[in-house]
């Protein structure tokens, strides 16, 4: 008699990619439950109370998406001032409350959420939180059916680390807005340099002015490419938004805006915002000079402004000299820059580095080499540090910077290095 040996098969690229999508969507999905499952009797979704530490929970989606709905409403009128949120607060959760989480959206995010305002605000959250992971979910499973398992496998590696990170599961249960605002900027930089879509790049820019600080590094990233008209639209789009809520609100909101953001600091802040605007947790320059050197987080966030001005500076420069090649590349450092310097940028907006090298490895043929650095930057960029997977404290922030600061070198390093970066259309 023969014997048949059966030898057991590794499971191929493919389906370890769709296992990877797989485990991605399950885990959005199961921080979708717990944040729904976090209440506390007596307080509306999006609040909890912890008596044994006397802390009081604010959920950002739920406490941005009320507030939104109250001053649409003409229930708050002052919605960016340090009174008009502590109103906004006590009629909210029924009881006086002396914190509040800042509102530091301009009044485009009342455009963005715009088609989720009739909602109750659990099931707007749901769709909030959960659309973006079903986009990138549908996106990486057709791309691994159209064969890019084995013809790009580093581009869907990408994804994969983004939709499984600490800084993306953090971003689904708070309810921010880094997935959202992030698809928009990946859009905008693949419609800014792609003339059958650049009709669109005026108003995803504009609606990126949500974040004011993130629709000013983009469109200077726009400038870079000599791409003026997409930027002077999304501007006059923005001046026309900003005489409408003037016209309905008095111009009381625009100072009142300009000191929220100016004063978002621990040190300057209204008492009410101090416990939320914090640096803790942000992978950035101001968090490495206050806790790293000891600075007032006031100092450290006006010079992390200064240092990101002069890196824009710079950065023109490259442009000017022809250092840096036109194309999606010009955006993706813009961004680059400001990760690493914008003052107030949050754990989950990390993810914006997934964008940054996406781009670089789609515009530059990068060695192995390369690609590994590339993925254990991105890697450690969007899991080390507080509220992420490992490394919760001031050590995995340190690193969370010092791997942007890699992926800065590796930017540069590619556009100097002839072997490395060569235009995939030069073969």
């Not at 439950?33 to 009797?41: F, K």
């Not at 109250?70 to 949120?85: H, M």
């Not at 769709?127 to 159209?146: Q, T």
């Not at 997409?230 to 300009?258: F, K, N, R």
């Amino acid at each position: 008699m023969s014997r048949h040996l059966r030898v057991s098969r590794a499971p191929s690229l493919e389906s370890l990619f769709r296992i990877g999508f797989a485990l991605a969507l399950f885990l959005a999905l199961q921080g979708i439950g717990e944040r729904l499952a976090w209440r506390t009797n007596g307080l509306p979704f999006g609040t909890d109370y912890d008596p044994s530490t006397e802390r009081f929970f604010i959920q950002d989606f739920a406490s941005i998406f009320e507030l939104t709905k109250a001053t649409l409403s003409g229930a708050v009128d002052a919605p960016y001032s340090a009174l008009g949120q502590l109103q906004f607060m006590e009629r909210w959760t029924g009881r006086r409350v002396d914190l509040a989480l800042g509102y530091g959206y301009s009044p485009t995010i009342w455009l963005i959420l715009s088609p989720l305002l009739p909602l109750p605000t659990a099931f707007a959250y749901v769709l909030w939180a959960l659309l973006p992971a079903l986009a990138l979910f549908w996106v990486g499973w057709r791309l691994v059916a159209n064969g890019w398992s084995r013809r790009d496998p580093f581009a869907i590696t990408l994804i994969l680390i983004a939709i499984t990170s600490g800084a993306y599961q953090g971003d689904v249960q708070l309810g921010q807005s880094a997935a959202v605002l992030g698809l928009i900027t990946f859009a905008l930089i693949s419609a800014a340099t792609d003339s059958r879509k650049e009709a669109w790049a005026p108003l995803l820019l504009f609606l990126l002015t949500a974040k004011p600080p993130l629709a000013l590094a983009m469109g200077v990233g726009l400038l870079w490419n000599r791409q003026t008209k997409p930027v002077l639209l999304a501007a006059g789009l923005a001046v026309l938004e900003v005489a409408a809520v003037t016209y309905w609100l008095g111009s009381g909101w625009i100072s009142d805006y300009w000191e929220l953001l100016t004063h978002y600091t621990a040190d300057t802040a209204p008492a009410a915002f101090r416990a939320f605007v914090t640096p803790k947790g942000m992978s950035n320059l101001r968090y490495l000079l206050v806790a790293g050197a000891g600075w007032s987080d006031r100092s450290a966030s006006w010079a992390s402004v200064g240092c990101w001005a002069a890196s824009m500076a710079w950065g023109t420069s490259l442009v000017l000299r022809e250092h840096l090649p036109a194309g999606p590349l010009r955006p993706a450092f813009a961004l680059l820059l400001y990760c690493l310097f914008s003052p107030h940028l949050t754990f989950p907006n990390d993810l914006m580095i997934v964008i940054v090298v996406w781009f670089l490895h789609a515009e530059v043929k990068l060695r192995a080499a390369l690609r590994a650095a590339a993925a254990t930057a991105v890697f450690l960029v969007v899991n080390s540090g507080p509220f992420k997977l490992f490394l919760l404290n001031d050590t995995g922030e340190r690193l969370a910077f010092f791997a942007k600061v890699g992926v800065l070198i590796l930017f540069l390093a590619a556009r100097s290095s002839r072997a490395a970066f060569r235009s995939r259309g030069d073969g």
